[in-house]
């Protein structure tokens, strides 16, 4: 570890949604995911909660060409979360709500231009909810993911579930059930996306005087300082607070985390494919190598990104009662990066949680 170069990701609020769209082969968190290839999306089932049976929704994606491979000249990575905190619980590995599709084109395909996108706005405005994909296949209105299911009424409205159509109707398609030419300017708040940001990506600079330097800086600051009992801060200074007083041997292992961090407190992402390995939050719960479930073509995965607990304070999910919560989400993908029929291949996710007693 340490000499690989990991790169950062960072929430950029006042993305351009044009940006936000398949076509510009977007790195977001939250709102309608940007699908890349059209075929062999993952449908109701597989995005279904593995806890508590209900849809997932999306939470982020990636764009992680490798330009080594052909058939991979595009490639993203979509990661869906349950929107129920209790199905967060368990450590390990993701227990069903959570869960990370990958999916790859050539450079030459159906769906997008051989040539690499605009820079510029498009001169039309196109409608920011896309919900036919150009192959002409339906989304859900509430969760923009293949919705094979239509309301019985004006057969115009699709769903992926009936969960999501009872939403739809009581948010506001009961409403607008009759007025079908509407639908697509239509579409209620159903507070079940998550918010939607850019994520920005840049290279993390490791140097070590520098953290020296803010790590004393730090523990000067610790000492000084008493609990606050203010809640306006972040989430973050609140969750390091509360590790910080934790003495335990996870100590060690959670000051590593924090010093390898705190150049880039805001770091959403940290992504390296080349062998770098996650940081891990605590000594609990570090997967061995058996941990790692091989991908369906039989081949070993390896690491290939972590999202910190930052994201959790943009996704606005914090609640009195409990939160969806997780210390890092370690995301492992096929070596061989394989490409079972151009389909989207679900890869593997290891939760770590940042301690028990907090
Ligand atoms: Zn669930
Ligand atoms: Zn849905
Ligand atoms: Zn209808
Ligand atoms: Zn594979």
């Not at 510009?24 to 449908?43: D, H, S, T």
């Not at 599709?101 to 605009?118: C, G, V």
């Not at 009759?178 to 996306?193: G, M, R, T, V, Y």
């Not at 910190?308 to 969806?324: C, N, R, T, Y």
Request: with cysteine; net charge negative.
């Amino acid at each position: 570890m340490g000499s690989q170069r990991v790169e950062l990701g960072f929430v950029e609020e006042d993305a351009a949604a044009w940006r936000l769209r398949s076509d510009q082969f977007p790195c977001k968190v939250g709102g309608r995911p940007a699908w890349l290839g059209e075929a062999g999306l993952p449908g109701p089932a597989e995005l279904r909660c593995g806890v508590c049976g209900q849809p997932c929704a999306f939470l982020l994606q990636l764009y992680a060409p490798l330009p080594d491979r052909t058939d991979a000249f595009h490639r993203s990575l979509f990661l869906f979360g349950c929107r129920q905190p209790a199905c967060y619980r368990p450590a390990g590995p993701a227990p069903g709500s959570l869960r990370v599709f990958r999916n790859q084109l050539p450079r030459k395909n159906d769906t997008y231009s051989y040539d690499p996108p605009p820079e510029e706005p498009p001169l039309k405005e196109l409608p920011c909810v896309n919900l036919q994909l150009k192959c002409g296949a339906q989304l859900c209105r509430v969760c923009g993911c293949l919705g094979p299911k239509t309301c019985s009424r004006c057969h115009k409205a699709h769903y992926c579930s009936k969960d999501h159509q009872v939403l739809d109707w009581t948010a506001g398609h009961k409403a607008s059930c009759s007025q079908a030419d509407q639908l697509n300017i239509a579409i209620p708040d159903h507070k079940f996306l998550f918010p939607e940001y850019e994520i920005v990506r840049e290279p993390e600079e490791t140097d070590s005087s520098n953290i020296n330097e803010k790590k004393q800086e730090d523990l000067e600051k610790n000492e000084e300082s008493t609990p606050a009992d203010e809640t306006s801060e972040s989430l973050d200074v609140n969750f390091l607070e509360a590790m910080a007083k934790h003495e335990t041997q996870d100590d060690k292992i959670f000051q590593k985390f924090k010093e390898r961090i705190s150049l880039e407190p805001e770091q959403v992402i940290r992504y390296c494919r080349d062998g770098g390995g996650p940081i891990w939050i605590s000594g609990k719960n570090i997967p061995q190598e058996a941990d790692i479930p091989n991908c369906s073509c039989s081949g070993k995965r390896i690491f290939e990104f972590q999202v910190m607990p930052q994201l959790l304070s943009h996704l606005k999910v914090d609640s009195l009662v409990e939160s969806i919560d997780w210390g890092t989400l370690a995301i492992y993908t096929c070596d061989e990066n394989c490409n079972l029929g151009s389909h989207y291949t679900e890869e593997f996710i290891w939760k770590q949680d940042i301690s028990s007693s907090v």
